[in-house]
């Protein structure tokens, strides 16, 4: 059973649309991650969530984004308005007791068109 | 600014060989670096760490050094396999105390039977 699981594995949306992007980390964990990849590129950070709190964010996570642990277990990305820009893979990770033991998810593959 | 274009630098090696993945990491504050290996289509698996007291750091078959003096780290895969073709990814942990990586370029690895 993967330790944290993305769904869904592969959106397509309308540029302008809302999407959200869902994660289930197993297990107790007190950090949670986004990371989004574009095609080819490098692994960028986007925010940190620590005891259902924002707790760093990068310039990638403007006003269109937001993410929220609504029921305790699942762990939400949404992205207001989609650009074509936003494309990407996005990860979702939960960090390890000592905050450094990431575990990614295998991602959602986010197409803008 | 950063170069993160498109194009990865390839490592091409055969079957049975020692490989050998450099990077160099920017923040001399960083005292933390994992290793991560991506297969195509899945997220980030990790591969071994290091923290900064440390210079070399043995796992199964995998070596990672820090040379803290010239902000560079490598991973040394013995004995490699054509599983291991991958894109490799270092990232180091700021001292942020959130934890948040930062992830270098990465390099793909092709092994041939």
């Known amino acids: 059973e993967p330790e944290v699981t993305q769904t869904p594995s592969h959106q397509v949306t309308q540029m302008g649309q809302e999407v959200i992007l869902r994660c289930v980390p197993i297990s107790n964990h007190l950090y949670f991650y986004w990371y989004r990849q574009i095609l080819g590129q490098k692994v960028e950070f986007l925010v940190s969530?620590?005891?259902?709190?924002?707790?760093?964010k990068s310039e990638i996570f403007d006003d269109q984004f937001s993410v929220e642990r609504p029921d305790g277990s699942n762990f939400t990305l949404k992205i207001r308005s989609t650009k074509l820009e936003d494309s990407a893979m996005y990860f979702c990770a939960r960090g390890g007791l000592s905050n450094y033991g990431y575990t990614f998810g295998s991602g959602t593959r986010l197409t803008v068109v | 600014g950063e170069n993160v274009g498109l194009h990865l630098p390839t490592l091409s090696v055969q079957e049975g060989d020692n490989s050998i993945i450099n990077c160099a990491y920017s923040n001399s504050a960083s005292d933390y670096f994992i290793w991560y290996k991506q297969e195509s289509g899945k997220g980030p698996q990790f591969i071994i760490d290091?923290?900064?007291?440390?210079d070399k750091r043995q796992g199964q078959r995998v070596t990672v050094l820090l040379n803290k003096t010239v902000k560079h780290l490598s991973l040394q895969i013995a004995a490699t396999q054509p599983g291991d073709s991958a894109v490799y990814f270092c990232?180091?942990?700021?001292?942020?105390?959130?934890?948040?990586?930062?992830f270098g370029k990465g390099t793909m690895l092709l092994v041939s039977p």
């Open positions: 290091i923290r900064s007291n440390m």
């Open positions: 969530f620590y005891n259902n709190e924002i707790s760093e």
């Open positions: 990232a180091e942990i700021r001292n942020s105390g959130y934890s948040t990586l930062t």
